[in-house]
């Protein structure tokens, strides 16, 4: 059911260039075509992001969602882009749901140069909560950016709500991951668990 005072912020990650076949295109096509508000932004410099301009774009496109319930999705390295930005937001610019999706591990970026400089950025359950009412994390137990058990404990251990995927990889188009209804589904019902694809 639409919300009229609903309003949705969908982030990429790295070398993401929002091919029409990924998820997130999917669910920003599905939204939009249920009536929804969606933002979907194409930060610059996808190959080699720069973290201020990516919070600082991340930071205008907040404010252009207005009013009403702000809801955000982020994938991969859109994760640790959300949790710095989170640190700055005035109160004002709280947002009321997030879905954090397949986060890279912070070790792993520091292994790339072109993305070396979000490696810093660690979860903060503080600046998760000043940030948003509600998160959410889902996550594959064999994620190639996040080796080992994966996310899921790291962020179950700081409170957050969690669903682990096995055997999901990263979660994007290479793990099979075109349109997701499950995902669809939590955008309008926060209380949906996320399942895979």
């Known amino acids: 059911m639409t919300s009229p005072g609903r309003r949705f912020l969908v982030l990429h990650g790295w070398q993401n260039h929002r ?6 295109w999917q669910l ?9 508000l969606v933002l ?4 610059p410099e996808p190959d ?7 919070s600082e774009l991340l930071r205008a496109e907040l ?3 207005g009013d009403g319930e702000r809801v955000v999705v982020a994938h991969s390295l859109a994760v640790p882009l959300w949790q710095h930005t989170a640190s700055l937001l005035a109160p004002a610019e709280r947002v009321d749901r997030v879905l954090l999706v397949a986060p890279p591990a912070p070790e792993v970026l520091a292994g790339h140069p072109e993305v070396a400089a979000f490696a810093a950025i660690r979860p ?12 959410r994390l889902v996550a594959s137990d ?4 996040w080796p080992g058990a994966g996310a899921v404990p790291v962020y179950g251990a700081l409170g957050v709500e969690t669903d682990l995927l096995p055997g999901q990889a990263h979660l994007d188009r290479e793990a099979g991951y075109g349109r997701w209804p499950a995902v669809e589904q939590w955008c309008l019902d926060p209380a949906t668990r996320l399942s895979p694809r």
Request: aromatic share 12%; glycine share 2%.
């Open 19 to 24: 091919p029409a076949h990924h998820w997130q």
């Open 28 to 36: 920003v096509e599905s939204l939009r075509r249920a009536g929804e």
């Open 40 to 43: 979907y932004p194409q930060f």
């Open 48 to 54: 080699r992001p720069v973290l201020a301009t990516w």
């Open 63 to 65: 404010a252009q969602l």
């Open 124 to 135: 903060d359950a503080d600046a998760l909560c000043r940030a948003a009412a509600s998160v």
């Open 142 to 145: 064999d994620d190639p950016y």
